[in-house]
Nanobody, 121 residues
């Protein structure tokens, strides 16, 4: 599956962005998907994940209550709605997909190209 992420930008602290990741090439509902981010000088970390049918979601502690992951399998798209953005959320955000039930950096075989989110104070 090919993934294309977009929606990043430069915003002020407290603002919001909606990231989208559009899939093509394979049946999107076959994949668990997730959003990862990588800040300068840091390792890539998982931000949120969602099951194939969208029922089960998971968030890293630092974004709980601020970010929401969702998907529309009919539109082959996974979203990351962000809110109350903080400077520490600044990173390149990647979407990824895996046939596995578990979304991990090493387990995802398919990656989007990344979209930059910059949050200034």
């Amino acid at each position: 599956v090919q993934l294309q992420a977009f929606g990043g930008g430069s915003v002020q602290a407290g603002d919001f962005l909606r990231l989208s990741c559009v899939a093509s090439g394979r049946t999107f509902s076959d994949f668990s998907t997730g959003w990862f981010r990588q800040a300068p000088g840091k390792e890539r970390e998982i931000v949120a994940a969602i099951s194939r049918n969208g029922v089960t979601t998971w968030y890293t502690d630092s974004v709980k209550g601020r970010f929401t992951i969702s998907r529309d399998n009919a539109a082959n798209t996974v979203y990351l709605q962000t809110s109350s953005l903080k400077p520490e959320d600044t990173a390149v955000y990647y979407c990824a997909a895996t046939y596995s039930n578990t979304v991990t950096p090493r387990g995802c075989s398919f990656w989007g190209q990344g979209t930059l989110v910059t949050v200034s104070s």
